[in-house]
């Protein structure tokens, strides 16, 4: 489906894209990882068409995305949310200009109602009558629109646009379906539905799907496959099993001391955070037990209060970019 063979993207002097190699398959629904700035949305664009890469080469459904095709573009499907719109014009707030900036980007046309926004897609994409309406009595029921078709896009608020353009691609299932932040503004529930009707939608059609977020939860609700991106570079990618087995022996214990914080001396820790007097400690249960750690403490030290945490996925990204940090901000993080 997707073949990313050693590309690369500067902006002057960053590494928005440094030598990236991927391959994902037809029914893959894989989650892109990654901070502001660490080069998902980059990443994205250049899939798309929408930014030509340096160096290296893209292969999407067998073409060139740069190169015009209108019989592949109609079987790829793109939702940027407001943090895709934002990373695309180099803007990071999310104050006014954010707003302005997504308002006028994204599938629909602000200049005619959602309702004939919706009709218009299906004249495109020569969806039957029938098959249009079954589906959108679905996209109805799950994303809520059904009070607002008849107004004009432009009126819509972050929410409710957001809601507009994941139906405005969902109308004619396409075989590649890419979403880049596509929950902001969206509430608990409906994000429920969307999840559901995506899995759906991916074990009907085996339809592809990419992911980017910044809400771990969702990538693990989601997606198979998870791909970790930092300035520029791929540091993890591999399955949501995969990852658990690699990086799901860290486990983190929370304590709150009495008087004095202890010497950790020798102990085998992977890394811990002193806060006053609580001490965040992270460790692997494969070299050292909760059990030991706790005989050695309590024998030297008052414990007033104690959590021990088993990982969960988020915890575990976190694990991967500490150990991809420069040894400084290392230091900075344990106290050094």
Do not use: W
């Amino acid at each position: 489906m997707i073949v990313i063979n050693n590309v690369s993207k500067n902006f002057d002097d960053i590494n928005a894209a440094e030598n990236i190699s991927m391959h994902i398959k037809k029914g893959e629904k894989i989650g892109i990882v990654g901070a502001n700035g660490a080069g998902k949305t980059t990443l994205i664009r250049m899939i798309c068409g929408l930014l030509k890469q340096d160096d290296g080469d893209i292969r999407v459904i067998g073409h060139n995305p740069l190169q015009h095709n209108k019989n592949v573009g109609r079987k790829i499907g793109v939702v940027y949310g407001i943090g895709g719109i934002l990373a695309g014009k180099g803007k990071m707030s999310f104050g006014f200009d954010a707003i302005q900036a997504f308002a006028s980007s994204g599938n629909l046309r602000s200049d005619i109602t959602v309702s004939d926004n919706f009709k218009l897609i299906r004249l495109m994409y020569k969806i039957p009558k029938d098959v249009f309406k079954e589906r959108m009595d679905k996209l109805h029921e799950t994303l809520e629109i059904k009070n607002y078709l008849k107004s004009y896009v432009n009126e819509l608020s972050l929410g409710q646009k957001m809601r507009a353009e994941l139906a405005s691609v969902l109308i004619y299932e396409p075989e590649l379906l890419i979403l880049d932040e596509p929950f902001i503004g969206i509430d608990i529930e409906a994000k429920e539905k969307i999840r559901s009707y995506l899995e759906t939608l991916s074990d009907k059609n085996n339809t592809t799907i990419i992911l980017t977020t910044h809400n771990v939860e969702e990538i693990e609700k989601i997606c198979n496959r998870v791909a970790v991106i930092d300035k520029g570079k791929i540091i993890f990618n591999g399955g949501i099993d995969k990852i658990n087995l690699t990086y799901g022996k860290i486990n983190s214990m929370e304590i709150e001391f009495g008087e004095n914080i202890p010497d950790l001396q020798d102990l085998p820790f992977a890394r811990y955070v002193i806060h006053n007097k609580r001490m965040k400690i992270y460790y692997d249960n494969s070299r050292i037990t909760s059990k030991e750690i706790l005989q050695f403490l309590s024998s030297k030290y008052e414990i007033k209060d104690l959590l021990i945490k088993k990982p969960e996925i988020e915890d575990i990204i976190k694990q991967i970019y500490y150990e991809n940090l420069d040894y400084s901000d290392k230091l900075l993080q344990i106290g050094g």
